[in-house]
């Protein structure tokens, strides 16, 4: 028995491959699927099954195409209808992989169909449950995201606490916890970084797991500070239920160079977004005037599934030669399957072509620091998130987190120059990015965030110990 977790970390996503025998399971792939197929014809193995865990909603699962490579059947969990052929399993049935079984323990809670695939080894043992999104590390999933259905959030917390009481928990402490997502991820409010445990370790250090805990504390405790999800959770979850473009034909589409002329001439007459990904030091010196900044070193492709609310905007890019397939692919992680080309050659061309450029205007912490003294009656914005700027905060700051910059807009005078900051640099200046695209000129970008702040004298309220409530 063989079993590999396929780390993500942009995504904080965790995939599966088990092999016995001969023949494999893949547990909640990633969209890409050559790493797949690699893997399978160097293993000389057949793919037997493609088990998802749910409806996934922070990413689309690759199983629609790997089932159409492969001939691999689909499995979810009870309740689940799509688009395409599955096979929806019934609660407790076994499947048969080489010398392992798969057990379907349906899990409902985090959504209707959420299912967590228990394998028992060579000898019958209960080894490990692959959990998705009804167990984390340290938290369990969001009770919020079921599309389509009239449940509260409460009711489906009060059928996440019978899932976890009467299917997780009665099993062996020794039982190996291998959950969809760590720390990163908006599907839970407090994920370890840790990617896997023993189901009797997440006992002891859990607090949904605690044995004394009721029906009632569990949903306060699960629902408490929970903010609205990113707006293409809902979008993302349909693209699984429904099907999607083929991967390799997203990928050519997206992969085309172009020189500065045809790319804004194919700007212009596509509408198109012009994303750039590069540095956000490379950024803030120059770019193309509109441009959205998203760097493809932060957490890529959750902040463009937040940011962009236009699932089938068309996009072209610039990156750093090289980045460019890179782009394409994390893009279509997240189902932004219209990105139709990028600037050949990286921001350089753009210059050499003597094109109109843009920059963002930057002042670090001590010059800051001297306006505050000097008295100056400053506007600064905190981009952070909720959690961040509750716990500690510069003083007389405003509260204006990225995540919701496109509901929040009128938090920000126009007419007053705003000093935009997060933690280190990388929100505030897609925070900044997006405020000059509309029309926002006069703003600042604090260097080095509320990190080197605290290093300054610049005033801050008092620590509060953050919960981890308030995180999306």
Not at 53 to 65: E, L, N, P, R
Request: with cysteine; aromatic share 8%; glycine share 8%.
């Amino acid at each position: 028995m063989k079993i590999e977790q396929i780390y993500t970390g942009c995504l904080a996503q965790g995939a599966y491959y088990i092999e016995s025998e001969g023949e494999a399971v893949i547990i909640d792939p990633l969209r890409e699927i050559a790493p797949y197929l690699s893997k399978i014809k160097k293993d000389k193995v057949s793919l037997k099954y493609i088990f998802e865990t749910h409806f996934h909603a922070d990413f689309v699962s690759g199983h629609v195409d790997l089932a159409n490579a492969t001939g691999a059947k689909i499995v979810y969990g009870p309740t689940a209808t799509t688009s395409y052929a599955i096979h929806s399993a019934v609660d407790g049935e076994v499947f048969n992989i080489g010398r392992i079984k798969i057990k379907v323990l349906h899990t409902p809670g985090h959504t209707l169909e959420s299912s967590t695939y228990l394998l028992m080894d060579e000898e019958g043992n209960d080894h490990a449950i692959f959990s998705g999104d009804t167990l984390f590390i340290g938290d369990v999933g969001r009770p919020d995201l079921a599309i389509k259905s009239d449940l509260t959030q409460d009711a489906l917390a009060g059928m996440l606490f019978d899932s976890l009481r009467n299917k997780v928990m009665p099993l062996a402490d020794k039982t190996i916890v291998y959950p969809a997502h760590g720390a990163g991820s908006a599907c839970g409010k407090n994920m370890s970084s840790e990617t896997w445990d023993t189901l009797g370790h997440q006992k002891e250090v859990n607090y949904a797991l605690r044995g004394d805990m009721t029906k009632e504390e569990f949903i306060k405790e699960v629902t408490d500070g929970i903010l609205p999800p990113p707006q293409y959770f809902a979008k993302n979850a349909m693209i699984n239920k429904t099907g999607y473009a083929n991967i390799e034909d997203v990928l050519t589409q997206g992969d085309q160079g172009y020189e500065a002329n045809e790319f804004e001439e194919i700007v212009n007459e596509q509408s198109a977004l012009v994303l750039d990904t590069r540095s956000q030091e490379d950024f803030a010196k120059g770019h193309i005037p509109n441009s959205i900044f998203i760097g493809l070193d932060g957490s890529f492709a959750t902040w463009v599934g937040t940011l962009i609310t236009d699932i089938h905007q068309s996009i072209m890019f610039v990156t750093d030669p090289g980045k460019e397939k890179e782009v394409v692919t994390r893009l279509a992680r997240v189902g932004y399957d219209h990105a139709i080309g990028y600037l050949k050659g990286g921001f350089d061309t753009w210059i050499k072509a003597d094109k109109e450029n843009a920059s963002i205007d930057t002042i670090s912490v001590d010059e800051l620091q001297k306006k505050i003294t000097a008295g100056a009656s400053l506007n600064i914005l905190d981009v952070r998130k909720p959690g961040e700027f509750s716990a500690e905060h510069v003083d007389g700051a405003i509260s204006c987190p990225l995540d919701f910059i496109n509901t929040n807009m009128d938090k920000i005078d126009k007419s007053k120059t705003s000093h935009v900051h997060c933690k280190s640099g990388y929100r505030s200046m897609v925070f900044n990015s997006i405020l000059r695209s509309r029309g926002y000129t006069q703003v600042i970008d604090v260097s080095g965030g509320f990190d080197a702040i605290l290093e300054s004298d610049i005033p801050v309220s008092d620590f509060v110990c953050p919960s981890g409530s308030n995180q999306i």
